[in-house]
């Protein structure tokens, strides 16, 4: 079936430093979703790139979306300690509907202060 | 957001009892979700419904039963719990017409004993 795979599963990093996490479906997407889920907390969306070669920008945050459209990035500049959590991709789980969304395994990011 | 609520937060019940979560919404949006989270395994979907009356099967829906009589209720079931079924649930809705941007409840832990 349908897989969205998602790298690291952890990461730690130096407050400042950048992060990346990177997303790849086993099939092409129609669009991919990024959801942000603090420690104890419950996802939260934060943007979906639908174009080929889509790239959009919240301050600090960078996503891309594959030419293909079967990969994503979301790429973090000079990290701070609000960026704490775990970031999920997610695109749909079929192609006939954008609602049943396969999320990722997530990325695990910790900021050592 | 107060816009979905989850009850109860924190559960603990013993293996083959019947338990019941529930999910209420107030922005009558038309999908709600049904997902678990595991470590190592991200979300996955088990129920999802596109309007009152209208359910679907996700990727790991066995021993699960949901229903929806009324738009703003989405509850799950799990017929005879099971250990396996000690989880982290997450209800969620969307709405057609947007970016099928999903709104998360805060969660209930379900331990099942």
């Known amino acids: 079936g349908q897989q969205v795979m998602q790298i690291p599963q952890y990461q730690h990093v130096q407050e400042g430093e950048d992060f990346t996490t990177y997303c790849n479906s086993s099939?092409?997407?129609?669009?991919i979703q990024w959801y942000k889920q603090r420690p104890g907390g419950h996802p939260v969306f934060l943007i979906q790139?639908?174009?080929?070669?889509e790239v959009k920008k919240q301050k600090r945050l960078t996503f891309q979306f594959g030419e293909a459209k079967k990969n994503s990035s979301l790429h973090i500049t000079a990290t701070q300690t609000t960026d704490v959590g775990t970031y999920f991709c997610?695109?749909?789980?079929?192609?006939?509907?954008?609602?049943?969304?396969?999320f990722g395994t997530g990325t695990r990011l910790t900021i050592i202060p | 957001d107060a816009g979905i609520t989850q009850s109860p937060r924190y559960k603990i019940t013993e293996t083959g009892r019947q338990v019941t979560l529930m999910c209420h919404q107030t922005?009558?949006?038309?999908?709600m979700f049904w997902y678990r989270q595991d470590l190592g395994h991200g979300l996955r979907l088990i129920y999802y419904?596109?309007?009152?009356?209208?359910?679907d099967k996700g990727e790991v829906s066995d021993g699960y039963v949901v229903s929806r009589s009324k738009t703003e209720n989405f509850p799950l079931t799990l017929e005879s719990a099971t250990r396996s079924q000690t989880s982290v649930y997450f209800c969620?809705?969307?709405?057609?017409?947007?970016?099928?941007?999903?709104?998360f409840g805060q969660g209930t832990r379900l331990t099942v004993v």
């Open positions: 969620a809705s969307s709405v057609v017409g947007t970016d099928f941007e999903a709104f």
């Open positions: 099939t092409t997407l129609s669009n």
């Open positions: 790139l639908v174009k080929s070669g």
């Open positions: 997610a695109g749909p789980l079929s192609n006939f509907g954008n609602e049943k969304l396969t």
């Open positions: 922005w009558s949006h038309s999908y």
């Open positions: 419904s596109a309007a009152a009356d209208i359910t």
